[in-house]
């Protein structure tokens, strides 16, 4: 770094002065660890979306790296482009020291909330947003990352749910040793791969892992395991108690597609699928669906 750019960094001149660049539009989505807005860029006029990072809890969650140089989510967002990722325009610091990252605005809703609505612009869509949702796990492992949050709300179906995009790179991680040692157990419980709870080593089929309960929750409705429990006690069962069988629960899938998304949920790594592209290969063969699962 010059020295006029670390002057720069000192004094905050490089850093985003969120009021005076962007016209908040409307607050999208008040997460756990961010705010999201919908924003216009007063410069270029475009509609783009805007991740304010809240400081002490992304410290919080930095800490558990100390002195291992884990690159932070803006840089790792911007070195993901794909077709099925969310495109990170830019990331740095605010004028307030705060992460942010500006983003592509991705107009549509969150597989959670098709899901949980029973909504039927899932109908005959199902198989392609899963292929998709794939293709997004797999273009994150090539980067050399693992996601560790793969979800229905971190998933982003468009208007038609015809295409979905993967978002929020808060968890991730460099696919490298010292960041798949035991003891790092995030994640979202109910997806939550049983090495990850169990807090043992770890790699990138933790993601199968979960890719594959967010597959079968997008045919049945529900998750593999039944639970009230909402805390990391929910993934205990995920290595103890065999997952409902899910020809039962959507009786109308294809027996390929539920065999391949029942080796996702093993609960030895080993008996998955070995990545997004393995899981694709199991289920090429399956043809287009044409009633509602």
């Known amino acids: 770094m010059s020295l006029l750019s670390r002057m720069k960094s000192w004094f905050g001149a490089d850093r985003l002065n969120v009021d005076q660049r962007f016209e908040l539009l409307r607050e999208a989505v008040h997460g756990t660890m961010s705010q999201f807005y919908m924003a216009r860029d007063r410069n270029s006029g475009h509609v783009v979306g805007l991740k304010v990072l809240d400081v002490e809890k992304t410290r919080t969650v930095e800490e558990r790296f100390r002195g291992l140089h ?73 980067a050399g990352y693992i996601h560790r949050d793969i979800c229905p709300r971190n998933l982003v179906v468009s208007p038609e749910a015809d295409t979905l995009k993967l978002i929020d790179f808060g968890l991730t991680v460099p696919a490298t040793a010292p960041f798949m040692q ?38 049945a409705g529900e998750t593999p395991w039944t639970t009230a429990t909402v805390t990391g006690k929910a993934a205990m069962a995920h290595d103890t108690v065999p997952p409902r069988q899910l020809s039962e629960l959507a009786p109308k899938i294809d027996p390929t597609l539920a065999a391949a998304i029942h080796r996702c949920l093993a609960a030895k790594p080993e008996d998955r699928p070995a990545s997004g592209e393995a899981f694709l290969k199991l289920i090429e063969g399956v043809g287009p669906e044409t009633t509602r699962s």
């Open 70 to 142: 884990k690159p932070s989510e803006g840089e790792i967002a911007a070195s993901l482009v794909h077709l099925r990722i969310v495109h990170t325009f830019e990331h740095g610091l605010t004028t307030r020291g705060e992460p942010y990252l500006v983003m592509e605005y991705l107009p549509g809703q969150g597989l959670n909330t098709l899901i949980a609505s029973r909504s039927p612009l899932l109908d005959g869509r199902r198989l392609t947003l899963l292929r998709h949702a794939a293709e997004a796990v797999g273009a994150v492992h090539a």
């Open 182 to 219: 035991p003891g790092n157990r995030t994640g979202t419980p109910k997806y939550m791969a049983p090495e990850v709870v169990r807090r043992r080593s770890t790699d990138a089929r933790l993601d199968i892992f979960s890719l594959g309960v967010t597959a079968f929750e997008m045919y």
